[in-house]
């Protein structure tokens, strides 16, 4: 004889949780659900800092002195030492100095404050802010015989410069003896423009040692307010590339010719941090020191001293 039992169906609310008996709802509520597992972020790769120098006739610096640089500058606050309209009421002294000059509005105020990491300059938004020749002091008293670098921030040429100053800016790099090298300045975004190169032709002309630094790259680099991706940074790396050729054309157009351009391009920023670091900053102050002699001397190891045996001798001390 065959038993038929009644199948119960629980209502929807009893399926859901609702209405369910305690005992049953304390053993469901005593089952742990596994939160899903996040999977880890992968790191950014790190900045290739190096691909903001161009180098075909010097040699990168290594990361010794790059350190070494950026503890010259700030080591001691900088000095605000003088400031002259015309050239023969300069200050003179015996430590060496270089020279910044550039378009107007190029970014010159800016990038000293960051080179010596103190709002020592006057910057404006407006052409032309610069109009004196302004002295800097970086480094040690000049009387104790310490390394001291004097740096100069000139006023700017196109719009907003006036041609009395440009006088007087060519009379320094003619006759000034401390002049060790002047860094031109050139718009990364902009590229090298007819003044530029115009110029490029008096540094060789007056037998001026002279080197060209890309400013403002963070706009080629990081247009926007969030960080590029791996591949759209390698394109405009690309592109920063290129400019820097453009660059070395305008320095030595002639790979014949005994020019005193420096044979590198540096790019660099005056605001954007990458690892701790504003971009490029260091690489501009190794250039600094190197032109001043102040620069640290990798150390090379020399190798053992081996006996060199003549051939006929050989065989008879083998022997």
Known sequence: MLHTTTVRHCAPAQCLGYGVPKYISRRLSSINVASPIKEPRSKAPPFPHSALSYHWDTSPPIQAQLNH???????????????????????????????????????????????????????????????????????????????????????????????EWGKEILKYLEKRRQLKRAFLLVDAEHGVKTSDKQLMELFKQHEVPFQVVLSKVDRILFPGSRNPSPNALSFRLADLKRTMEIVKDAVQPNPEDDVHGVGEVIACSSEKWIEGKIIGIDTVRFAMLKAAGFELQPRHTLAKSVEIVPHDEYWVKSS
């Not at 700030?74 to 009421?89: M, R, V, Y």
């Not at 960051?114 to 006057?122: G, M, R």
């Not at 407006?126 to 800097?136: L, S």
């Open 69 to 163: 640089a950026s503890k010259f500058f700030k080591l001691q606050s900088p000095q605000f030492l003088w400031s002259a309209e015309k050239f023969k009421t300069m200050d003179f002294g015996g430590s060496p100095e270089v020279c910044f000059l550039g378009r107007s509005n190029v970014g010159k105020s800016s990038l000293l404050n960051a080179l010596l990491c103190k709002k020592i300059a006057h910057t404006s938004s407006k052409p032309g802010r610069t109009k004196m020749m302004n002295a800097f002091a970086i480094g040690g008293p000049e009387e104790e015989g310490k390394p001291r670098l004097v740096v100069l921030d000139m006023p700017g040429y196109g719009k907003g410069g006036r041609a």
